[in-house]
Structure formats: structure tokens, C-alpha cells
Nanobody, 116 residues
Framework: QVQLVESGGGLVQPGGSLRLSCAASGSIFSIYVMGWYRQAPGKQRELVAHITAIGETNYADSVKGRFTISRDNAKNTVYLQMNSLKPEDTAVYYC??????????WGQGTQVTVSS
């Protein structure tokens, strides 16, 4: 089981930016497929972005052009840079790790609130 710790959430005004971080345990982080998901009140958890071991990325249509996922294998960390934030981006953001051949692990989540 991979341990994941998210950080970087908070309150930001519309149009602002935040960077989320997710630190992972383990010595083989470089092969993990990492993802960011979010869940707003009353809604299902949805994929925001993911990044493969070789750096291929995929984004939800709602965040394309505004959010960027990246990873630093030397620090066992994945990031989500969020720009031009909108009120509809308000949610709890979760980090997910998938080690090939094993089950997924989830972080505890970090709250992002976009409001004036």
C-alpha cells in the first residue's frame, strides 16, 4: 500500500491559482501512475488529470488549458498546478497512485475553495 499525503489546498478568489502537491511513499515511485481526482458536495468523484510513468498526461475537458499535472520522481511527488480557477473547481481534491499489478491507493484529500 502506497501512503499519499496531499497539501496545498485552500481558499482562493476566482481567477487565482493554487498548486497541489502529493508526496508518495515507496522506492519505485517512478513507475507509479499518478492521478488527481476531485469530489464536490453531492457529486461523484471525477478524474481531473493523470500522468503515466513516462510522463504522458490526460485531463478532464473542464480543466484543459488551466491545470497542469507534473511529477518529480526524485522527490516522490506529483503536482497539480491550477490556474484561472473558477467557483465550479471547488471540491476536495484527492491524489491516487496505481502501482502496476496492484490495487490503487488514495490520499486523504485537500479542500480547494474558489470564492470571492
Amino acid at each position: 500500500q502506497v501512503q499519499l499525503v496531499e497539501s496545498g489546498g485552500g481558499l482562493v478568489q476566482p481567477g487565482g491559482s493554487l498548486r497541489l502537491s502529493c508526496a508518495a511513499s515507496g522506492s519505485i515511485f517512478s513507475i507509479y501512475v499518478m492521478g488527481w481526482y476531485r469530489q464536490a458536495p453531492g457529486k461523484q468523484r471525477e478524474l481531473v488529470a493523470h500522468i503515466t510513468a513516462i510522463g504522458e498526461t490526460n485531463y478532464a475537458d473542464s480543466v484543459k488549458g488551466r491545470f497542469t499535472i507534473s511529477r518529480d520522481n526524485a522527490k516522490n511527488t506529483v503536482y497539480l498546478q491550477m490556474n484561472s480557477l473558477k467557483p465550479e473547481d471547488t471540491a476536495v481534491y484527492y491524489c491516487k497512485a496505481v502501482v502496476p499489478g496492484t490495487s490503487a491507493s488514495w490520499g486523504q484529500g485537500t479542500q480547494v475553495t474558489v470564492s470571492s
